[in-house]
Nanobody, 128 residues
Framework: EVQVVESGGGLVQAGGSLRLSCAAS????????IGWFRRAPGKEREGVSC????????YYSDSVKGRFTISSDNAENTVYLQIDNLKPEDTAVYYC?????????????????????WGKGTLVTVSS
């Protein structure tokens, strides 16, 4: 069974850091595009960052560029999202999603693209 499970969310003060994890099972992340998306209260879903491990391509939205770092550990079959210098506007439920696609990571993260597999999300709350 294909599954992705997020963890690592929590309550943190502005300026702090968190590392989110997306543990994959039932497939090898190297063959997939893995993305992090977030939905803040009252806002549309935003593609935050995506990665394709097989070629190392990554995408970051302008709102997180320079503060978020996506990485993958093929041995652990896990994708991480390191979040630094957190801001209150980063407060959201963060979802991990996976899809076996040859579309670019930019397209997968920014278009209204329906990735196949989604986790249940992890809540990040940033206090000011």
């Amino acid at each position: 069974e294909v599954q992705v499970v997020e963890s690592g969310g929590g309550l943190v003060q502005a300026g702090g850091s968190l590392r989110l994890s997306c543990a994959a099972s039932g497939f090898t992340i190297d063959d997939y595009v893995i993305g992090w998306f977030r939905r803040a209260p009252g806002k549309e879903r935003e593609g935050v960052s995506c990665i394709r491990s097989s070629d190392g391509s990554t995408y970051y939205s302008d709102s997180v560029k320079g503060r978020f770092t996506i990485s993958s550990d093929n041995a652990e079959n896990t994708v991480y999202l390191q979040i630094d210098n957190l801001k209150p506007e980063d407060t959201a439920v963060y979802y991990c999603a996976a899809d076996k696609t040859w579309y670019s990571v930019d397209y997968v993260c920014t278009a209204d693209y329906g990735l196949d597999w989604w986790g249940k999300g992890t809540l990040v709350t940033v206090s000011s």
